[in-house]
């Protein structure tokens, strides 16, 4: 099993525990970038809370594995954003 088919498989299972309540998850396919951010939390503080701290780890993780400073990891996430079409 290669390093990425191990990871792909800790994310499955990670997914499937009881009891998560919220989650990021980026897919990158060739060019294509595409995120999911979710959560099932009942205040609205809680809830940016949350996701921000999600976002900060998963910027945080990738800059350590890639071996790229955070900003510089934050700063071509919200360029790939930016490029992505919006749904009106």
Known sequence: MSEFEADLETAREILGREGLD??????????ELDYV??????????????????????VESF????DVP????????VRLLDAQPREE
């Open 22 to 31: 919220g989650f990021f998850v980026g897919v990158v396919d060739g060019e």
């Open 37 to 58: 951010l979710s959560h099932e939390f009942e205040d609205a503080e809680t809830t940016g809370l949350r996701a921000l701290s999600l976002l900060a780890a998963h």
């Open 63 to 66: 800059s350590m594995q890639s």
């Open 70 to 77: 955070p900003e510089q990891v934050a700063e071509d996430v």
